[in-house]
């Protein structure tokens, strides 16, 4: 038996089947794009995460790359966002036109150091991109805070914190507006590429519903450059009934996330700490650090059980960003994270045994 990182074959019957309505719903329909199914979904998605307008976009990057050129950010303003995440956060930026700023992270949770932001700050800032990296929320009430003395604005990557909360308020609620990925490893994944802008700002929302259709506001008139990055009705509608299990989903990868925490004692591994309120974390990823990740990771390999690495190569290593301005102090937390940590299977469909055996696994490598 092989434990796998993501275990889609394991999904119930009954889902297969309602996904397969769904298709056939939206064939039936005789409308594809920017129709029923959509609308349908972003009010479900609006209703859900507690955020009041959702617009239905191609990606997670997309959704981000809408909301900066929303704000009017672009050519010469910078951005100050992380090095530890998918390189699409730092892509959406790049592609807006504006200029990333790296800040470190912090050593214990591996989340943008608000210290380290301080550092960065220039005249040319415009925003801080805050990630809640791995399913866990970043201190939003500081950055908040931070953003508001500054004048700057406050955006969320929220692409791996499907219903996460951060101090009582849910994520993509604080900063003026958020991007989610529903990329199909995600929490809560399509069957391919899909994602969504949410806001509290209805002119941001009628502004990224027009980039998103070519900078359309009404037909065949188009005031903005935009994209071309809508979700299609066939992906709205598979991702309208599986949120009907995110809640369930996000309870399993709780259960298993502490099994992990609490059984795990092998002194070569450390553990990121789990947050006070369990609402704070979703567990996307469930994330260890070794200094001897590559014997740990074969050691587990011969196990059958999958490791992968978030992220082994930090967004300043990366050819577009080698140049890109940094933390005058560095980004050696970022560095060492990056050369350490290792994910463990944390999908909800691992059963009890299987926890176990990962469990197990971890506890009996040796150097």
Known sequence: MKILMNAFTKEPESLIHAQMN?????????????????????????????????VGVGNGMDALEIGIRALGIGPGDEIITTPMTAFATVLSILRAGAVPVLADIDPDTAILSLESTVRCISPKTRAVMLVHLYGQSAPLKEFESFCQGKGIHLIEDCA?????????????????FSGWSFYPTKNLGAIGDA??????????????????????????HHPNVGLNS???????????????????????????????????TNQYVRILPLPKDAKDHVHHLFVITTPQREALTAYLKERNIETLIHYPVPVHHQGPCKTARVDPKGLGHAEKHAQECLSL???????????????????????
Not at 203 to 217: C, V
């Open 22 to 54: 769904a298709v056939e719903r939206v064939l039936r329909s005789g409308w594809w794009v920017l129709g029923g199914e959509l609308k349908a979904f972003e009010k479900e998605w609006s209703n859900w995460s507690g955020i009041e307008h959702t």
């Open 160 to 176: 791996q914190a499907h219903g996460a909360y951060a101090q009582g308020r849910p994520v993509g609620s604080v900063g003026l």
């Open 195 to 220: 994602g969504a802008l949410s806001t509290m700002d209805p002119g941001i929302a009628e502004k990224a519903r027009q980039l998103r259709n070519y900078g359309q506001s009404e037909r065949y």
């Open 230 to 264: 809508r979700l299609d009705e066939l992906q709205a509608a598979i991702l309208r009934e599986r949120l009907k299990s995110l809640d369930q989903w996000t309870k399993r990868r709780r259960e298993i996330a502490h099994a992990y925490s609490s059984g795990i």
């Open 345 to 367: 299977p944390c999908n909800p469909f691992l059963s009890d045994e299987e926890a176990g055996m990962v469990i197990e696994a971890v506890n009996g490598f040796k150097t």
